[in-house]
């Protein structure tokens, strides 16, 4: 048995999760409203407050969808009641970001500034050198903030460019001059 499959999944309160045929779920919090379809081998059911998912066989697809489909519906739920959020850090002389409605303004050593336009769903923040972005959806969150940072990724050097708040850098030692 998969160890976080069959782990149940607790509804919190002001959260509602319909399961339509197809496997089609929609979870309804406080924060908004999350929809998808998950693999149709597998059964959703409710039971005491609680979602359990099961297996009908134990094939090797079957087995590899129980714990991702746990995985999923659990986000899901996270993300109707806390929501989701990542922090990048801009380093560097001269990078910096700026709000500016819904377009996200970089300057990151480029001969062009860098405008981004946040996704549906994701919302950003500046606040001095840290971005931070936020939405209900794990997925789109983790996607966008992926995007950002590949507009100057960290360098090994120096350590400019733009990083997650969590993430280490691995440094370089730089040239030596000849004697």
């Known amino acids: 048995m998969s160890r976080i499959g069959k782990m149940p999944i607790?509804?919190?309160?002001k959260v509602s999760i319909d399961v339509?045929?197809?496997?089609?779920?929609?979870v309804k919090g406080p924060k908004g409203t999350l929809q998808r379809k998950l693999p149709g081998q597998l059964n959703i059911?409710?039971?005491?407050?609680?979602?359990?998912?099961?297996?009908?066989?134990?094939?090797?697809?079957?087995r590899s969808l129980h714990g991702l489909t746990r995985s999923l519906l659990n986000n899901?739920?996270?993300?109707?009641?806390?929501?989701?959020?990542k922090k990048l850090e801009i380093n560097g002389v001269g990078y910096r970001a700026a709000k500016n409605g819904k377009v996200l303004n970089l300057t990151l050593g480029y001969s062009h500034p860098v405008e981004m336009t946040d996704p549906e769903g994701v919302e950003t923040a500046v606040e001095g050198n840290v971005i931070t972005v936020s939405g209900i959806d794990k997925e789109k969150v983790g996607q966008y903030a992926s995007q950002i940072r590949e507009k100057r990724p960290?360098?090994?050097?120096?350590?400019?460019?733009?990083?997650?708040?969590?993430?280490?850098?691995?440094?370089?030692?730089?040239?030596?001059?000849?004697?």
């Open 20 to 26: 339509a045929e197809g496997n089609n779920v929609t």
């Open 76 to 85: 899901m739920v996270t993300g109707v009641t806390t929501g989701f959020e």
């Open 10 to 13: 607790a509804i919190p309160d």
């Open 154 to 179: 960290p360098e090994p050097y120096k350590g400019k460019g733009i990083k997650y708040s969590d993430e280490t850098i691995r440094r370089k030692v730089g040239k030596t001059g000849k004697k």
């Open 45 to 62: 059911k409710q039971e005491d407050g609680n979602i359990v998912i099961e297996r009908p066989d134990d094939e090797k697809e079957t």
